[in-house]
C-alpha cells in the first residue's frame, strides 16, 4: 500500500541503518512537503561522534537514517510556509524543544521529550530531506552569501558547544582546557574564543598534528597529558583551570579533567562514555573543594541562535576543521578515518563525483 504523498516517479538516495553497526544507501520514494514542511536537497552534512556512537552501539532500527549536521537548497514548500522559498540555501537543526513543558521552563529544553523527536526524515544524510513544520519554524535559518557551506554545517555542533560552555559558568578572562584535539575540541577552542572575551585555553591532546592546529588555531597550549598539569600551572599561576571540557571520554579522562581544575572549578562531560563505565573520583575531593561536575547534551534553540550571531559576525568560523570530504557511497569510509583518528571534520556530500 502507498502512503498517503508518495510518488514512486520520483526517488531519492539516503543512508539507512541495517540493524547493528551495518549502513546501506538505499533508494526511496518522495514525499511531497506536507502543510508547514520544506523539502530541501541536501548539499552537505557533517559526520557527528553521536552518528559513530550510535552506530558503534548498534542498536538503530533498520531504516532509521543517521545525520543532524545539515547545509541544503530548498526544493519546495508545504501549505502555510512563508519565510522560505524555492532555491534557498539553508541550515536546519534536528531537534527542536516544545518551549512549554517543565524541562524548557527549567532550562533543560534539551530534556524536553519533544527534543528527542528528529525533525528530519530520514535524516541528514541523505539526497533529500523533508523538515518537519516545528523544525521549519524554530531551526531553520538562510545562509548569506558571506558564509560557505563548510561554515554553515557547524552550527548544530557549536550550539551543543556553547550549551556546555554556558553551563560551565565561566566568563572573560578565565582559564579554560579542552581534553581531545578532534573536531568537537577544536570546535570548542573556537567557540570558546568567539564566546568570551579574554578567555585562554589549553588543549590536552595525544597526536602532533592536532597539538600543532590547536596552537594554530589560538590555544595558549597544547600538549600530551603527561605535560598537562605543569602547563595548566604555568597558564594559571598554579590555581588550576577554571574550567575543563572532556571531549575525549573514556576512562581515566575524568580523573585528568579533575586534577586540572582548580578548587571550585567545573568540569563538563562532553563526550560519550561506554555503557556501563564507573568514574573513579575521590568524592571527598569533590565536596571539599566545591567541584562541579555536569554533563551536557546537545543544544536548544537559545545557543543555535547565539551560535548562529557568532557566525554571521564573523567571530566563529570553523570552515578549517573540515578534512575530508566523500559521498554517500563513502559513508563506510568516512567511518574509518573518525574510528582510525585520521579525520577531524567529514562531511557528505551527495552531489560529489567520486
Ligand atoms: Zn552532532
Ligand atoms: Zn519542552
Request: aromatic share 4%; proline share 4%.
Amino acid at each position: 500500500m502507498k502512503a498517503a504523498g508518495v510518488t514512486n516517479e520520483e526517488e531519492y538516495r539516503a543512508l539507512a541503518c541495517r540493524g547493528g553497526g551495518e549502513t546501506v544507501v538505499e533508494r526511496r520514494p518522495l514525499r511531497r512537503p506536507g502543510a508547514g514542511e520544506v523539502l530541501v536537497s541536501l548539499r552537505a552534512c557533517g559526520l557527528c561522534g553521536t552518528d559513530v556512537f550510535k552506530l558503534e552501539a548498534g542498536d538503530q532500527p533498520p531504516g532509521q537514517g543517521l545525520g543532524h549536521e545539515g547545509v541544503a537548497m530548498v526544493d519546495e514548500c508545504g501549505a502555510g510556509v512563508g519565510s522560505f522559498s524555492p532555491g534557498d540555501r539553508v541550515v536546519v537543526a534536528h531537534h527542536v524543544p516544545c518551549g512549554e513543558c517543565a524541562y524548557c521552563l527549567g532550562g533543560s529544553e534539551t530534556m524536553c521529550e519533544g527534543f528527542r523527536e528528529n525533525r528530519l526524515e530520514p535524516g541528514g544524510f541523505s539526497e533529500k530531506i523533508l523538515i518537519a513544520a516545528e523544525a521549519v519554524s524554530s531551526a531553520m535559518r538562510i545562509i548569506p552569501d558571506t558564509l560557505s557551506d563548510d561554515s554553515a554545517v557547524f552550527l548544530e555542533p557549536a550550539a551543543c558547544v556553547l550549551r556546555g560552555i554556558r553551563r560551565s559558568g565561566i566568563g572573560p578572562g578565565a582559564a579554560a582546557v579542552i581534553l581531545g584535539g578532534g573536531s568537537m575540541g577544536l570546535l570548542h577552542l573556537l567557540v570558546l574564543k568567539a564566546a568570551i572575551a579574554g578567555i585562554r585555553v589549553g588543549i590536552v591532546e595525544l597526536l602532533k598534528d592536532r597539538r600543532e592546529l590547536a596552537l594554530a588555531l589560538g590555544a595558549e597550549f597544547a600538549c600530551g597529558s603527561g605535560e598537562a598539569p605543569d602547563a595548566v600551572d604555568t597558564l594559571t599561576s598554579g590555581r588550576g583551570a577554571d574550567a575543563v571540557f572532556d571531549t575525549a571520554g573514556g576512562p581515566g579522562a575524568l580523573d585528568t579533567c579533575l586534577d586540572l581544575g582548580r578548587r571550585g572549578s567545573t568540569v563538563v562531560l562532553f563526550a560519550h562514555a561506554g555503557a556501563g563505565e564507573q568514574p573513579g573520583y575521590e568524592r571527598e575531593g569533590l565536596f571539599r573543594e566545591e567541584r562541579r561536575l555536569i554533563g551536557s547534551y546537545s543544544g536548544g534553540v537559545k545557543e543555535q541562535a547565539a551560535a548562529w550571531e557568532l557566525m554571521l559576525s564573523g567571530a566563529l568560523d570553523a570552515s578549517g576543521l573540515v578534512s575530508d570530504r566523500v559521498n554517500l557511497d563513502g559513508f563506510e569510509e568516512a567511518l574509518e578515518l573518525v574510528r582510525g583518528r585520521k579525520a577531524l571534520k567529514v562531511l557528505i556530500e551527495p552531489g560529489r563525483e567520486d
